[in-house]
C-alpha cells in the first residue's frame, strides 16, 4: 500500500496511501481496519494519510479510529493539518458528531471523539482505554 509518489505520510512517517485499504473495509474486509491503525496510529503519531482518510472513516463509522487521530493531530510534532484536507476533514469530524450512534461500541467512540474535539484530551484519552463490556455488565 505505500507508494513513494503519494503525498501523504502514515503515522510511521513514511509514503501511504490509505485509499486501497479504506476500499478493502468498505468491501468488508476487517484486515483492512487492522492495517489502517497500523499506519494512521502509532503510539499516538499520526501522519497527514491519517487526515486524508478521516472522511472515508466517519462513512465507514470508525469513530474509535477518527478519535485516535484527532487526539493525535493535537500531539506536539503532530504534521499540520494540510490546507487541501482541512475542510474535509473537518466537516466530517463535524458531521460525525452530528449523529449519535445506538450501539455500544460506537457511542463510546463517539464521546471520545467530541472531548478530543472539544479540548478535554485526558476524557478523550480515557474513554478510549475503558472496557466497554465491563461498563455495560456494570452498569446494564
Not at 496511501?17 to 468491501?27: G, I, K, Q, R, Y
Not at 484486515?31 to 497500523?38: D, V
Not at 458528531?97 to 464521546?111: C, F, H, K, M, N
Not at 485526558?122 to 455495560?136: G, K, N, T
Amino acid at each position: 500500500m505505500s507508494d513513494e509518489s503519494t503525498p501523504w505520510q502514515s503515522a510511521h512517517d513514511q509514503p501511504y496511501d490509505p485509499f486501497p485499504a479504506l476500499d478493502a473495509l468498505a468491501a468488508g474486509d476487517r484486515g483492512a481496519l487492522e492495517a489502517l491503525w497500523g499506519n494512521l496510529v502509532r503510539g499516538g503519531d499520526v501522519g497527514t494519510a491519517s487526515y486524508a482518510a478521516v472522511p472515508r472513516l466517519v462513512d465507514a463509522g470508525q469513530l474509535a479510529l477518527v478519535a485516535a487521530i484527532e487526539l493525535g493531530r493535537e500531539e506536539a510534532g503532530a504534521p499540520s493539518l494540510p490546507a487541501d484536507l482541512r475542510t474535509p476533514y473537518l466537516r466530517a469530524v463535524e458531521y460525525a458528531l452530528e449523529r449519535v450512534p445506538g450501539d455500544s461500541e460506537r457511542l463510546q467512540a463517539w464521546y471520545s471523539l467530541h472531548a478530543a474535539r472539544r479540548g478535554h484530551r485526558e476524557l478523550a484519552r480515557a474513554l478510549q482505554l475503558m472496557d466497554r463490556q465491563a461498563i455495560l455488565d456494570h452498569h446494564g
